[in-house]
């Protein structure tokens, strides 16, 4: 039980200084829209989708390596409650059009990131 939170942990302390590193790329339009928030989001799912294919077709990955990759790193990476705060921020702003189109876009991108991720690796 520890080595796995031990590896969880890890992961999750990898994932989150990359997620602080790709949020500092300098992508801020004059509206507001959470661009760096988005791209790590569809990011992260394409990611976990690898993840998740490689270990369907490569049965023998150590289940310690996928706690690591899946929960921790992904885990640390993805920021969707960064997303929640974000859209609730745009929504009180009154910008609606840009709230509904980032709940959208992190929607159907993020899915779809998933399932590229995956047929990568098929």
Do not use: H, W
């Not at 990898?14 to 829209?33: D, E, H, I, T, W």
């Not at 270990?55 to 899946?70: C, E, Q, S, T, V």
């Not at 929607?107 to 590229?116: M, Y």
């Amino acid at each position: 039980m520890f080595v796995n939170c031990f590896m969880i942990g890890a992961g999750g302390a990898a994932g989150a200084v990359c997620r602080y590193l790709f949020g500092m790329l300098p992508l801020k339009p004059q509206n507001g829209f959470p661009v760096n928030t988005l791209l790590i989001n569809i990011f992260g799912s394409f990611c976990i989708g690898i993840i998740t294919a490689l270990a369907g077709k490569n049965g023998r990955l150590d289940p310690k390596i996928m706690l690591f990759l899946k929960v921790g790193f992904c885990g640390g990476f993805t920021t969707f409650s960064t997303f929640s705060l974000e859209t609730f921020g745009l929504l009180q702003a009154g910008n609606y059009i840009p709230a509904a189109l980032y709940m959208a876009l992190s929607f159907v991108l993020c899915i779809a990131g998933t399932a590229g991720g995956m047929a990568l690796i098929q």
